[in-house]
Nanobody, 115 residues
Framework: QVQLVESGGGLVQPGGSLRLSCAAS????????MGWYRQAPGKQRELVAT???????NYANSVKGRFTISRDNAKSTVYLQMNSLKPDDTAVYYC?????????WGQGTQVTVSS
């Protein structure tokens, strides 16, 4: 059974930092493209960042220079380091594992940026 378990969300002040983690099981982690997506209230789910099996990174323009995605294949875990957080970053953040044709999602973790 495939599981993606996110952790690390919470409440942070503008300008602060958070680190999200996603621990995967039930998949050959190193083969998968891993990603983070987010969904704010009333909005569609959107891409935040992805990292390929070869560690090539891709970011949404809105987070470039502030967020960093990384993966540890030995721990089957993907991370999202979020710095200089803004209120617009408030959303539920979802972990994703993609390897055609399979596509898996975590349950999501809430990130709230507010003073």
């Amino acid at each position: 059974q495939v599981q993606l378990v996110e952790s690390g969300g919470g409440l942070v002040q503008p300008g602060g930092s958070l680190r999200l983690s996603c621990a995967a099981s039930g998949i050959t982690f190193s083969a998968y493209i891993m990603g983070w997506y987010r969904q704010a209230p009333g909005k569609q789910r959107e891409l935040v960042a992805t990292v390929t099996s070869g560690s090539r990174e891709n970011y949404a323009n809105s987070v470039k220079g502030r967020f960093t995605i990384s993966r540890d294949n030995a721990k089957s875990t993907v991370y999202l380091q979020m710095n200089s957080l803004k209120p617009d970053d408030t959303a539920v953040y979802y972990c994703n594992a993609y390897y055609l044709p399979t596509n898996y999602w975590g349950q999501g973790t809430q990130v709230t940026v507010s003073s």
